[in-house]
């Protein structure tokens, strides 16, 4: 069967990937001339990577971990030491860690906070502790009810401390979902504390070791078209053409240059583009339906990540930060983090910049501006004396609508794979999947797509998808 996808993201190419092994031939369409949707990465003229975001691997990502491991590159992993480190802005230019020892989970991350002495209290420790074990014991139902609640409404209801939230959850909020803990899903926060909580490598980061275009999505282009599929670039998705029954007549694939516009058609139609542009295309009849109607209730976030070169060394620590500044999100100097950016003389910091919606209009040269003005709190050795760092380039990449804003309420919006249109599915980070916004979402809710499309139109002597079970803890054990 040809399966036609709309965006050639992580979503649409795992999407891709999981019907060639149920024996279909998906053919990705992908507006733009880069792969990745959002995680997509660019080089400029002097050869140097700069990318969509800071991408981050975690441990409790396993339907990524098995796509790498199903594409032979796990080892383009390059894991880092199982901490999490934070900023203190009350002193300049120290770290606090909470280092997580190899012992099961959870005791392992509840020996972690233990074991922190710079950020919480002993009462505030304890408070969080009991604060957080009906998220442990009551499940998963329990964690999906608590979408009502903004974050730091659930930790009032719990008497946590509100340091707690100041000193570590304002960052970790930012990391996750780019919002503040009064703007995002209590949901969103307790499903990743229970990932991290509940695997014993849960919270344990990787960095890719190149640049997600490379080193992650041209492997899976590869699989995709050795096995008969297809990927196009400079395809833009112009309109979705009916049939009298409503059904996917084809996709309109706008000429660019002067051609003309083409009919493409398949036997099966997949959107894999983001919520906001997928509410754009909704052809006029679908928008009355109950099911796209949801959609409304979703928009992405703004995201800014920037890439700064300075030169010389700011730091020599290979793993990411959360940088606690009211600006900032988390950064890493990637010249220590990535194989590929490798510098052992020049520091490439990439950050970002969240929440980002009071950011997103202005100019590069303002948003570089007040970055190396929190950069100067974080770093005050290399910018204070008369030999301050300096800047050599940058480059600032916005993002006007990312992955979708996980504000309170929004579980209810997000829809399921299967629509209801007989030949038209959804594959995005944004649909019904038990992951938030992310890469590890997107992956699973390609997956997911995948597999309801070969479920409905299975292909005889086809090898069945991989199940959607968590790969071997080793796979994120190996620093």
């Known amino acids: 069967m ?16 999981y019907l060639t092994d149920a024996g279909h031939t998906p053919i990705v369409l992908e507006s733009r001339d880069v792969l990745g949707g959002l995680v997509a990465a660019w080089k400029d003229s002097d050869g140097d990577w700069y990318e969509t975001g800071l991408h981050a691997f975690f441990g409790a990502y396993p339907n990524m971990l098995q796509l790498l491991k199903e594409l032979g590159i796990e080892d383009r992993l390059q894991w880092k030491e199982h901490t999490l480190i934070f900023n203190q802005p009350d002193k300049p230019g120290t770290l606090s860690r909470f280092d997580v020892p190899d012992i099961p989970s959870p005791f392992n991350v509840i020996a972690s906070i233990l074991r922190n002495k710079d950020m919480l209290t002993w009462e505030q420790k304890i408070r969080f502790a009991v604060g957080l074990l009906p998220a442990v014991v009551r499940g998963q139902k329990y964690v999906e009810d608590m979408d009502r609640y903004s974050f730091l409404e659930w930790l009032k209801r719990q008497g946590v401390d509100e340091r707690v939230t100041s000193d570590v959850f304002i960052a970790a909020c930012k990391a ?12 969103i ?4 504390l229970n990932r991290f909580l509940q695997e014993r490598y849960g919270s344990k980061i990787a960095f890719l070791d190149g640049s997600p275009t490379e080193r992650l999505c041209s492997p899976i282009v590869d699989y995709i078209t050795e096995r008969g599929g297809q990927v196009r670039l400079n395809a833009p998705l112009k309109e979705i053409l009916l049939n009298a029954d409503g059904t996917v007549k084809a996709y309109l694939i706008r000429g660019l240059n002067g051609a003309e516009d083409e009919v493409f058609t398949a036997d099966v139609y997949v959107s894999a583009m983001s919520v906001d542009p997928m509410k754009v295309m909704l052809p006029k009849p679908w928008k009355q339906m109950e099911f796209f109607k949801k959609l409304e209730g979703l928009e992405g976030v703004p995201v800014i990540n920037l890439h700064l070169w300075f030169d010389r060394k700011l730091t020599e620590i290979d ?34 910049l969240a929440p980002a919606k009071d950011w997103i209009a202005k100019s590069d040269e303002e948003i570089v501006a007040a970055t190396i003005a929190e950069l100067e709190k974080l770093f005050p050795d290399h910018f204070g004396g008369d030999n301050p760092a300096t800047l050599l380039k940058s480059h600032v990449v916005k993002t006007p609508r990312s992955v979708y804003k996980a504000t309170p309420g929004r579980q209810q919006y997000r829809p399921a794979q299967v629509t209801p249109i007989a030949n038209f599915y959804l594959a995005g980070s944004y649909t019904m999947q038990r992951y938030l916004g992310s890469m590890e979402g997107a992956v699973l809710s390609g997956k997911l797509t995948a597999q309801a499309i070969s479920e409905a139109l299975p292909v005889a002597n086809s090898s069945n998808l991989q199940t959607l079970t968590r790969p071997p803890a080793t796979n994120a054990a190996t620093a």
């Open 176 to 187: 996750l979902t780019f919002i503040n803990p009064d703007e995002v899903s209590a949901t």
């Open 2 to 17: 040809r399966v036609a996808i709309a965006g050639a993201g992580l979503a649409g190419l795992s999407c891709a990937k």
């Open 319 to 352: 793993h990411l930060l959360f940088s606690r500044s009211p600006l900032l999100s988390v950064y890493a100097d990637m010249s220590n983090t990535c194989r590929e950016y490798a510098n052992p003389n020049r520091s490439m910091l990439e950050l970002v």
């Open 189 to 192: 926060l307790l499903t990743a």
